[in-house]
């Protein structure tokens, strides 16, 4: 974020208007104090953040300028305008830029209007930002950064544009490959829309008919490992031995375990290839067309593979360590052949998003809360080792409907019994209707053994129950019930504790917590 003092503000405005009007002779510094007596007013009362004051300082020193350039005479002083204009322009184009990553809501709110951005030169007018609406196939990218920093990020390709998407809001069940249109605002490559704003026209999905058990998550795949590097740093991190022992040797039986030997994924390994593409961007379509046009050229049917895995040596420019397409079939490891970051980025392939946290400073739901994207220790999708929670696994129909225990208020009290998510049968997981909303508690246990041996570190879920809040079943929150300590190690609902929704009149209780199950009280009312 950029800071800046009031006197600098001003200075800086100042600065900007002045400059052409000395080119030119004449005399605004009147005006020009107006515009920046007008923003550091807003500023200091707090009606604009500082980077929002920076684009609005651009914004009107550009109109300003537009003013000047109506007075120029004579083609040397016209000359100096447009220099000017431009200047200004690519300055608040860099800021705009920013501020879309930042607040795509924000970026929205001081967009220039048609009427003043008609009116620039033509030149000009490719750096400042206009209304877009955009009819596309989505690509949604799990994004795992290797400062431990992550995200998703969403682009829109529309003939040979290619968007990057800056949300306000969380748009939740987006795969990759859903046709869409959206209503934003466009700057360079980037698209800033509301979550209001992205509508679906069809489901990457829609040609496999309804989803059922034996259509989602049961099946046995095939993934190709694509192994490339670059001219002139070229390098080989890691030998082929090595890819085809992470991957057939540790993610095979990760998956088997975690499937219930519903799912396996046997991989082929390819490479080392050297591609033309530059290390020196993040271009990560482009790794992906020439790692498969090398592998392509190598003798490998890539249409043949369920997944695509493009593995590479680090590259700076990247800032994350792994990526994958949500509901597609390609991943990136950025200098990252493990079996953590691979499993991750293939579980964004098979359709979940990242597996997050809740705290809230008064209480479970109460107060002030804050969703921590990737928060939850317990799950891959989240910051642990572990394989995924119940209720992404009944999404995968790796547990299936028969095995989830579904209560609504109809329900009234009722005291069940599930399963840990590590058996290999029975009941193992508990979803409990929120009263008046869309959304479901889903809970379960959790047992530390086989791939879940790391759980063995959170001595919490070993005497109580996880429990989840989403409206989707594939984008869910951990809610930490033990709300007063810093950390989410301690998030599950102990034996004897009474978590009572602050917005209606259920309560969940775990009576017992052991020997592979948890006995639960629901109760609907008082």
Known sequence: MVSITFRNAKNFVLGLV?????????????????????????????????LEMIVQSETQSLKAAMAISA????????????????????????????LMEIDPSAARQQAMSEEWRNQLPAEVRLHVEEPLYVTGTLEV?????????????????????????????????????D?????????ADRLAADSSGIKRQSTAHDSLGPRTDENLGVRYARALVININFNPARSEPWTMERVDEIFNGQILPWFIEASYNHFSLEADIAGWYTIAASPTTCASS?????????ATADGFDVSQYDYVIIAFPRVTACRWAGLGQISGRYSWLNNAMSRSTATHELGHNLGLYHSHSL????????????TTEYGDRFDRMGRGAAPFHGDYRAYLTWIPASDVISLTPEDGA?????????????????????PGTNQTFSIDMREPIGFSEPLQSYPALQNGVAVYIGSSQRNQSIIDMAYETPVVDDAPLMVGDTFTDPNSTLSITPLAVGNGEATITVRYGP
């Open 359 to 370: 705290r809230c400073s008064e209480g479970p739901l109460s107060g002030s809360c804050t």
């Open 286 to 294: 482009t790794f992906r067309t020439q790692a498969v046009d090398a």
């Open 179 to 187: 046709y869409v249109t959206i209503d934003g605002l466009r700057l």
């Open 141 to 177: 990218l799990g994004r795992l950064d290797d400062d431990g920093r992550i995200g998703i990020e969403r682009y829109v390709e529309s003939g040979d544009t290619r968007l990057q998407i800056f949300m306000a809001g969380r748009p939740d069940d987006f795969d990759t490959g």
């Open 414 to 434: 009722r005291t069940v019994t599930i399963r840990s998510v590590e058996s290999l049968s029975g009941p193992r997981v508990l979803r409990v209707a929120r």
């Open 18 to 50: 002045t400059l052409g009007a000395l080119w030119l002779g004449l005399s605004i510094s009147g005006l020009a104090n107006e515009f920046a007596t007008d923003m550091i007013s807003n500023y200091v009362a707090g009606k604009v953040a500082p």
């Open 71 to 98: 007075k120029a005479a004579g083609r040397a002083a016209r000359l100096a305008v447009e220099k000017n204009l431009l200047e200004i322009a690519q300055r608040r184009e860099a800021a705009m830029l920013s």
